[in-house]
Structure formats: C-alpha cells, structure tokens
C-alpha cells in the first residue's frame, strides 16, 4: 500500500513492521526524496493510509525521533531535520595489500617458509590451550610466569645471555618491544644511532617518537662503532647486520659496550634471524655481554611465523619492571592464548624442531641461490638468516631492476630502499626462504634474466 510518504508495508519481510518503516524513512531521507522541513502527516492519518494500527506508526516515529530525523515542533507538527548524508570514508590503500602480491613469488626478505599442512607440535600446543579455561583475571602484564621462564631458560641456552624470569618480557614481536622501549625510555629530541642501511621499520619507529636519527655506517662487519657520534640509544643487529649480513666482531662488540658504559647509551640488540646460522653455531648475543647496558629483542616471526606476533625483550629487572608497569596501563601485551601455546610450543622442543628444520631447507636454498646469483655481482650475508644481499656494480640502477622484476612477476627488495644517507653500491635484498623450493627456482631463473639484460 502507498502513503503520501514514500513508505510501503511488506509483511512477509519478517522484519518488524516500525523498523521497515523507520528503515525506508532514513532512505528516503538520505537519497533526497524526503527533504528538511517537510511536515510529516500525523501518525493516525499515516498508519490509516498504510493500513497499519496507530501504535506501529507512533513506534516508528518514536525511532526516528530517537536517531534525530524527525523533529516536533510546538504547535506545528512534526518535520524532517537536516541531515546532511556524509560521504562514504574514503578507504586509504595500505602498501601491501596481502592479496595484492599473492599471485607474484616473492623474495621479499625475512619471511619463513610455512609448509602448507601444520605439523604435531602446532597441533598439539593448540590442542593444549584449547583445554584450558582462561585466567580469570587480567594476568600478569610482564608475560605469563611460566612463559617468562621458558623464555628465560630458552635465551639462556640458545643465546648465551644469563638471566631470569625477571629479565624477560613478552611481546608482540621485536617492533612491538622496540616500540614500548622508545615510548617508556625516550623523549622527543633524543638521539639514536641506527645502522645506515638499516631495518626501515626501526627508522619509521624513531621517527614516530620524534627522536633525532643518526645514521651510523656499516661494513662487511656490521655497524662501525668507531664512526658513533654522541647518541642517547643505538640500534644494532649484531648477529647478522639487516640488510648487508656482517657479523660484529668481538672486539667491535667489546668496544660498543665499552662506548655504551662511558656515554650512558642504551643499546638496542634486534636478534631477529640469529636462529639460522650456516657455518658456526650462532654467536652470543651482545646481550650477554651486560644487561645493564644491552636490551635485547627476539621474535618468532623467523623462526614459526611473522603472523604470530610474538617475541620478548630480555633487559635488567628494573628495566622490565618499568616496561611492565607502563603496559599494566596500556593493556597493550599478547592474549593469554598466545602466550599459553608458545609456552606449550616452548616446552615441548617444537620451536628447537622448527629451527632445525629451517636451518636443514635453507641450508641448501642458500647455497643454490648464491651459485646462481654471483655472476651479477657480489653476494654478501650468506652465513646466516632468510637472505642474502646481492651487490651490483655502481651504475646499476636496483629500483629498476626491482620493478622489472615485479612486472615479470617476481618480488625483491632493492638496497637503496634500505639506505639513508651514508652512501654505497646499489644491490637487492633476496629472501630464498618464503617460497617453495622449485618457485625459488623459477623466482631466480626470471631474476637472472633480468640482471643479464642489463
Ligand atoms: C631486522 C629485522 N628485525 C626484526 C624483524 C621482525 O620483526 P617482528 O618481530 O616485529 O616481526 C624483521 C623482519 O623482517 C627484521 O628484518
């Protein structure tokens, strides 16, 4: 039935007759049939005209009333506001989309190979959880007790740092505690050092907090610490530079705490492939050289996967104290589901499983992607990690050789994206870790034809 308002009844919609009513009024409204101002019929003569009682027209108008659609007005009636339609959000693209690059194969660094069918011991810490009940409380916002200790015991026997329980955090990963660190620890204007090229997401971080970036160069042996100017934090992967591999010497490492000591720096130790080492045992960790001086990151995004979002911070007890109570505040720190089955994971060697497995496939990924990569140029970083970092001659340019590659279906990180502004050769950064075996191998025919054309 048709009103003098554009309103219908349809009673096999299901939906209460008010809320169709009220519903079609907003439409209206909205695409302009219904403008400000219109003086509405009264309800008793809208619900005769609609064939519905009194009752469903005045819930109807009660509803529209509420929203602020209609108005009364003393004496005058009723009337429709002035609703001016907002624009839909404008939708912002964010840089990687994850579908975006899903048909390309990628050789974006630093993104573990997952095996399409998950193995017992995913399963089973899973299973473990999922006989539990939750806390019945907030829990402890350092990190489940017994998660800290695994954690403790884990870096401990793997990374040489002697600590406690009451040295280890819980985070969402290494950013995730690299974050808290410069929130709790630094004021805007302070200076950090960070290793020129770099990790980009710990240079956006900085940036985030208003610190004062220096860019400190990098050799064959990671960050030159000679080249430290004053600098309230540095920021450093010592085990394996991010991007160019270099592996800072002891006596580098030596005279980096010693600096740290003498200015009151604090050092920011990211440890985020340290797992994966193909010549040596992995190296200690600076860490472990003083925790006073050296806050130490780790993460399992290398190791099982970066979708987790989980790692810790290993840092002196009056450090993780601060941390914990600014989270305490902030409940920004891993669900209690998560840190029950990275515990199961933990305990019952499913993490030391998975290194040694990564270690065995990427072993030989490695050492094929280096065969077939040297011609081009010179590979550097191929001890240890998910990448290598393919050197090439100055006058290449590697951002066009990166989106020729894109464009022939292969993804790699060019070099110059990684610097800042201590100058060097252009190169790509090569993740030989992420896809499977015979696409690695097609990734890198498609790549050589590239560099060949050159
Ligand atoms: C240098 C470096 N640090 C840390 C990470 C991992 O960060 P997260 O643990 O936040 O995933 C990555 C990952 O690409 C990295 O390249």
Redesign the pocket.
């Known amino acids: 039935m048709q009103s003098s308002l554009p309103l219908t009844i349809d009673r096999a919609a299901g939906l209460p007759l008010h809320l169709q009513l009220a519903e079609q009024f907003r439409a209206a409204v909205l695409d302009g049939r219904l403008q400000a101002g219109h003086r509405l019929p009264s309800t008793r003569d809208l619900a005769r005209e609609l064939g519905v009682s009194r009752s469903v027209m005045q819930a109807a108008y009660d509803q529209l009333h509420a929203e602020g659609w209609i108005e009364g007005r003393t004496g005058a009636g009723t009337f429709v506001t002035d609703v001016v339609p907002l624009q839909p959000a404008v939708r912002r693209r964010t840089q990687h989309l994850p579908d975006a690059d899903a048909k390309l194969l990628t050789l974006r660094?630093?993104?573990p190979y997952i095996a399409p069918t998950p193995d017992p011991g995913w399963r089973r810490a899973w299973r473990e959880v999922s006989t539990q009940s939750p806390p019945g409380g907030y829990d402890d916002a350092a990190g489940l007790p017994a998660l800290r200790a695994a954690l403790a015991d884990h870096v401990a026997r793997v990374r040489g740092i002697a600590c406690g329980p009451e040295n280890v955090l819980v985070?969402?990963?290494?950013?995730?505690?690299?974050r808290l660190l410069l929130t709790v620890t630094r004021q805007p204007g302070d200076r950090i050092a960070i290793e020129d090229p770099?990790?980009l997401?710990?240079v956006v971080a900085a940036r985030d907090h208003r610190l004062e970036i220096v860019d400190v160069p990098v050799d064959e042996d990671g960050l030159q610490v000679d080249a430290l100017t004053e600098a309230a934090a540095v920021y450093v992967?010592p085990s394996h530079q991010?991007?160019l591999g270099g592996r800072l010497p002891v006596a580098r490492r030596n005279e980096l705490v010693r600096w740290a000591r003498r200015t009151g720096s604090l050092l920011i130790e990211?440890d985020?492939?340290s797992e994966f080492r193909y010549d040596v045992a992995p190296l200690p960790a600076l860490a472990q050289l003083d925790l006073e001086r050296v806050v130490h990151?780790g993460?399992?995004?290398?190791t099982l996967s970066?979708a987790l979002?989980l790692?810790w911070l290993v840092a002196s007890e009056a450090m993780v104290d601060q941390l914990a109570t600014f989270r305490a505040d902030s409940g920004d720190w891993p669900g209690w589901p998560m840190q029950a089955a990275m515990l199961a994971m933990l305990r019952d060697g499913y993490l030391d499983q998975a290194v040694r497995r990564g270690r065995r496939l990427y072993a030989d990924r490695r050492t094929h992607t280096c065969a077939v990569l040297s011609p081009y140029g010179t590979v550097v970083g191929q001890d240890a990690g998910l990448h290598i970092t393919l050197l090439l001659p100055d006058d290449a340019d590697d951002l066009k050789i990166a989106a020729a590659a894109r464009e022939a279906g292969v993804v790699v990180a060019p070099l110059s994206e990684y610097r800042r502004t201590v100058p060097g050769p252009p190169g790509l950064v090569i993740g030989y870790a992420t896809p499977s075996t015979s696409d690695l191998h097609r990734a890198l025919t498609i790549l050589t034809e590239i560099l060949s054309r050159r």
């Open positions: 660094p630093g993104i985070t969402n990963g290494t950013v995730h505690g690299l770099g990790y997401n710990a992967t991010y991007p990211d985020y492939d990151l993460t399992l995004s290398k970066p979002r790692g």
